[in-house]
């Protein structure tokens, strides 16, 4: 069965600090892994990692793939009130028939 | 125009009964889906349907129905209430390259 582990569970951390959150993976047939951020109500797609190496960019947000060690980061820099939330990392591979999730990273920034 | 709706958005029921809830995505994905999500943010897959295939996640107790009358439609239905049914119900649907779209959600609660 696919296996997605994330670290930490919970985190807090000042505005202005960068935090580094980790996934790791285990599946069969990878495919891509995504990571999503949610807030109050559903969570609203951030990045998709397909090669490793490739960074990807998003404003303050960045996540990168390494696919021979079976992980994912993904970096806030200079971090905001408004970036707490729960982020979610998944996995979906040719084996499986849907995005499977990892537990989540709750992240509180306060300021 | 939202992308993926789901109706009612809170339902609060009494163990026993049998509840709806309804699922339309406009963006003209195949699949279509529906997950769980815990008490602790854990989103946990239940259903994919693809093009009439069905297919389910075997730890999900045969109470759930998923029925989809087309494409654009997958609703849920669930008999028999218990009280560990109490969740947030996520509907989602995706293109081919598997990333997920959500609906806002649907909070069960089970008195």
């Known amino acids: 069965e696919d296996k997605v582990v994330q670290s930490p569970l919970s985190l807090v951390v000042h505005e202005g600090d960068t935090v580094t959150l980790n996934c790791s993976y285990e599946v069969t047939n990878f495919r891509s892994l995504l990571w999503y951020k949610q807030e109050k109500k559903a969570p609203t797609f951030l990045f998709m990692l397909t090669s490793s190496g490739i960074e990807k960019k998003s404003g303050r947000l960045s996540s990168i793939l390494d696919k021979k060690e079976l992980f994912s980061i993904l970096n806030i820099t200079a971090t905001q009130t408004g970036d707490s939330a729960i982020y979610l990392c998944?996995?979906?591979?040719?084996?499986?028939?849907?995005?499977?999730f990892g537990k989540g990273t709750s992240l509180l920034v306060t300021p | 125009d939202t992308a993926v709706s789901q109706t009612p958005k809170y339902l609060v029921t009494q163990m026993g009964n049998d509840k709806s809830i309804k699922c339309e995505q406009n963006l003209g994905h195949d699949t279509m889906y529906w997950y769980k999500q815990d008490s602790k943010k854990f989103l946990k897959i239940m259903f994919s349907y693809n093009n009439k295939e069905l297919i389910i996640n075997e730890t999900v107790p045969n109470r759930f129905s998923p029925k989809s009358p087309d494409k654009a439609h997958l609703n849920l239905h669930i008999n028999s209430l218990e009280l560990g049914d109490s969740a947030v119900y996520f509907c989602a649907s995706s293109p081919v390259t598997g990333e997920l779209f959500f609906g806002e959600g649907s909070r069960l609660t089970v008195l």
């Open positions: 998944a996995v979906f591979s040719d084996s499986g028939y849907a995005l499977n």
